[in-house]
């Protein structure tokens, strides 16, 4: 591998497939901070996205780093994303979710931003790109068949995610193909290959 590219790994988790058992376990991994936001959580979904987002970060974290899950620190930053803590300079990671389900990207080398969102056939996409993007993307999408459309304007929505969750210059963006998800990752260097699924 050229020093000059980095490598890049994606896990995602489907969360109707935990039990509602599984939950206390992960809750005892949280910190202070996160068990606190996670209380203030009010809506069911969000409860269990915000939970099994951090549960899944730290089971691939804990991998990465030869770590028990439950002993990786994570710092709350409002806001932002969470701080990996007692580790400057990686693993890098970004978590995203969106319906039933949650993913983190993680890569040792460089900054990530990863999004997902649920590819929901009722939305308007026409009108949510004119919110977004403005009139010279609609002019593009209102050229494309409906289902073609749909993608377009997922994916499109799901780069500037990423894009703004890298927080800095994108040296790559790859879009990862999935049925239900419009799924994008974006790094700060260039990617050796596709992300791994872990």
Do not use: N
């Not at 990465?64 to 803590?85: H, T």
């Not at 929505?157 to 800095?168: D, I, Q």
Request: net charge negative; with cysteine; hydrophobic share 50%.
């Amino acid at each position: 591998m050229s020093p000059a590219l980095s490598g890049a790994s994606i896990c995602l988790l489907d969360i109707r497939t935990i039990a509602v058992a599984q939950l206390h376990q992960y809750e005892s991994w949280l910190g202070a901070a996160e068990a606190a936001r996670y209380a203030r959580f009010v809506r069911p979904l969000r409860r269990r996205q915000f939970l099994l987002g951090r549960a899944l970060l730290r089971a691939a974290m804990g991998e990465i780093l030869e770590m028990a899950p439950e002993s990786i620190a994570l710092e709350e930053r409002p806001g932002q994303a969470p701080r990996l803590l007692a580790h400057a300079g990686g693993p890098y990671f970004s978590i995203s979710h969106s319906g039933h389900w949650v993913a983190c990207a993680l890569s040792d080398t460089t900054p990530l931003g990863l999004d997902i969102e649920l590819c929901d056939v009722r939305r308007d996409v026409l009108a949510l790109a004119q919110q977004a993007f403005g009139a010279a993307v609609v002019a593009e999408l209102e050229k494309l068949p409906p289902e073609e459309r749909r993608v377009a304007f997922y994916q499109r929505w799901s780069e500037a995610e990423a894009r703004y969750k890298l927080g800095m210059d994108a040296a790559a963006c790859v879009t990862i193909a999935h049925a239900e998800l419009s799924i994008v990752l974006c790094s700060a260097a260039p990617l050796a290959q596709a992300p791994a699924w872990l």
